[in-house]
């Protein structure tokens, strides 16, 4: 009885230290996105103090604090800066969520919103956009069209398929889809106009928050609300995903309904940033990664650091793409300059814990 007991102890011990340690991650990962966006709106070419962004933001919001005002410094927060930092929070939360979802869904820490086609189907829907002569607008609505179509067709594709495992044939049916969607961006730009379409589009594919207005973050971001709800309300189902389907279903959980909503949220979430950004690489593969190896695999604990990771990474990236050399970097080049050594090392780092666990 006694020895009952002291295991018991035991297990609810390390349950709170895991709930601590969760909390501990979780203000630290808030931190870290709040540190982001304070420099980036204090860092560039017309460089402001801490000070000068209160102010500014105080003025605007409140109607001022006795202290008078510079019309530049005025124009560079709240015109400039502030349109690309909210962008990049809502952007790099989104595509965080996204990925964890995908990770978890699919049992596999290596797939990315990509996965099903998204991103390439954004691609396709704005590179026909430009190259049609279409407003910004317009571009931004065919790229997010094409992005929800394209997963569409990954899942009727994959839903034709009997008697193979569901989500090999979805990963499958979505390299499939996003590589014939892949060669129609490309097929678009060799026959775009090389002086104007093809720069045009090749900037959009590579990423930015340059372009990005205070209206398009308000248009997109219900969407991804939308998106990241049935995230919230079923997190904690997601976890049942990383069993077999049959364990899943002796559990009560309908799989294929599940799977369903799961795809269309996280699908919603994607093709909304994607949409006013262009492509932005490696958030929502690496983030998640480094939010499970702080908080661990459970998903309700996960989904709020990685999406603070991930909106406190992409500001922090777009900050150094307008302010480390003399032109402003496209955006997905500094996520996967970023990314890819910090995924490399994350690898390493398992690789060397496998080697120990064995």
């Known amino acids: ?160 398929v009997r008697r193979h495992d569901p989500v090999l044939v979805l990963v499958l049916a979505g390299i499939a889809v996003g590589t014939l969607l892949g060669a129609g961006v490309a097929l678009l730009k060799v026959l775009a106009d090389p002086y104007t379409q093809l720069s045009a589009i090749t900037f959009w594919l590579l990423g930015g928050l340059n372009a990005v207005t205070l209206a398009d973050v308000r248009s997109t971001a219900p969407i991804m609300l939308v998106g990241l709800l049935p995230l919230v309300l079923l997190r904690w189902r997601v976890n049942i995903l990383s069993l077999s389907d049959d364990e899943a279903q002796a559990l009560g959980v309908h799989v294929q309904r599940l799977r369903l909503t799961m795809v269309a949220a996280a699908t919603l979430m994607t093709a909304a940033a994607v949409s006013i950004t262009g492509i932005i690489g490696w958030v929502g593969l690496v983030v998640p990664h480094v939010a499970r190896l702080l908080v661990g695999p459970e998903f309700g604990r996960l989904l709020p650091v990685a999406m603070l990771l991930g909106a406190g990474f992409v500001v922090l990236a777009d900050t150094l793409a307008r302010s480390t050399v003399g032109m402003e970097l496209p955006l997905g080049v500094v996520t996967a300059l970023v990314g890819a050594p910090v995924f490399l090392w994350l690898l390493a780092r398992s690789g060397r814990w496998s080697a120990a666990d064995g």
């Open 1 to 160: 009885m006694r020895r009952g007991s002291t295991g018991a102890d035991s297990s609810a011990s390390r349950m709170g230290h895991t709930s601590i340690s969760a909390v501990v991650v979780l203000i630290a990962a808030w931190c870290f996105c709040v540190a982001a966006v304070v420099l980036s709106l204090c860092v560039g070419q017309y460089p402001l103090s801490v000070a000068q962004v209160v102010q500014v933001l105080s003025s605007s919001i409140w109607g001022g604090t006795g202290v008078p005002v510079e019309e530049a410094a005025r124009i560079v927060v709240w015109e400039v800066r502030l349109p690309r930092v909210l962008a990049g929070l809502v952007v790099g939360a989104a595509l965080a969520a996204a990925g964890g979802t995908y990770q978890g869904m699919f049992r596999n820490p290596l797939v990315s919103p990509d996965i099903l086609g998204v991103s390439a189907g954004a691609g396709l829907g704005a590179a026909w956009g430009i190259s049609i002569g279409a407003s910004m607008l317009v571009v931004q609505s065919m790229a997010f069209g094409g992005g929800v179509l394209a997963v569409a067709l990954v899942w009727l594709a994959a839903a034709t």
